[in-house]
């Protein structure tokens, strides 16, 4: 008999552990490293930690009622719950914003992180997206 697996995190407990590992990382390297190297090393802490991550998951748009595969990737995505975006850039600017905005009404997924690693203190450059009333 096969057995049902319960995931028993809440975005919240995730969006915790994601915040967690992505401090972890940046006091271990610091900024100015390109955004793959802190893809790679979060994935990894976030592995160590018990999680489920997926990396550059396919994100199609449905168009019209037409499934279309555009290449468009989230970077992180924890536990099939929580979309990580990461950069590495001098500053976060609108139209990363609207990405993760995007990209959470294109998966139905309701709680987004984007993190921004280029910054000297990494809680400057966490941004937190909800899509929805449904989260918790």
């Not at 992505?22 to 100015?32: C, D, K, N, Q, T």
């Amino acid at each position: 008999m096969a057995t049902l697996t319960i995931n028993r995190n809440t975005t919240q407990e995730i969006s915790h552990a994601v915040i967690t590992a992505a401090m972890r990382v940046h006091s271990e390297l610091g900024p100015g490293l390109l955004e793959s190297t802190y893809t790679a090393c979060l994935q990894h802490e976030l592995r160590k930690a018990g999680f489920k991550s997926d990396a550059q998951v396919g994100l199609p748009v449905v168009y019209d009622g037409v499934k279309l595969d555009l290449g468009y990737r989230i970077d992180l995505l924890v536990e099939d719950l929580v979309i990580v975006e990461l950069k590495s850039v001098d500053a976060i600017a609108p139209v990363h914003q609207a990405q993760i905005i995007s990209y959470l009404k294109l998966s139905g997924r309701s709680l987004g992180l984007l993190i921004n690693f280029n910054v000297a203190h990494l809680k400057d450059g966490i941004k937190r997206f909800v899509n929805g009333t449904g989260w918790k």
